[in-house]
């Protein structure tokens, strides 16, 4: 059974900085493109960041282009998210998930229909 398992989330001062990290048990890793996603309390989740299977290919939100940075290693079977700079507003839940196709801007906007992990919260204080 495929189960992502996302970790690395704190209480952090605006302005900090967290690296999360995903792995995914049972999936062959670098078949597929891979994503960050986050849901604040009453709201929709959304994407925040996706990556193509190698690396090559990647898109941000540009609530935060500049900020983030996506990365994976498909060696060790790990997605990563370097959060720079962070805001009250980043205080979410944050999900990593996998996915068949391009890392597109549509992509983000749309999650897909895969598995889901526990998610790992990050929260910013003013």
């Known amino acids: 059974q495929v189960q992502p398992v996302e970790s690395g989330g704190a209480f952090v001062q605006a302005g900090g900085s967290l690296r999360l990290s995903c792995k995914i048990f049972?999936?062959?890793?670098?078949?597929?493109?891979l994503g960050w996603y986050r849901q604040a309390p009453e709201k929709e989740r959304e994407g925040v960041s996706c990556?193509?299977?190698?690396?090559?290919?990647?898109k941000y939100d540009d609530s935060v282009k500049g900020r983030f940075t996506i990365s994976r290693d498909n060696a060790e079977k790990t997605l990563y998210l370097q959060m720079n700079s962070l805001q009250p507003e980043d205080t979410a839940m944050y999900y990593c998930t996998y996915f068949f196709g391009p890392c597109s801007t549509e992509r983000l906007q749309r999650p897909p229909q895969t598995h889901w992990g526990q998610g790992t919260q990050v929260t910013v204080s003013s």
């Open positions: 049972g999936l062959t890793f670098d078949d597929y493109g």
């Open positions: 990556i193509n299977w190698n690396g090559a290919s990647t």
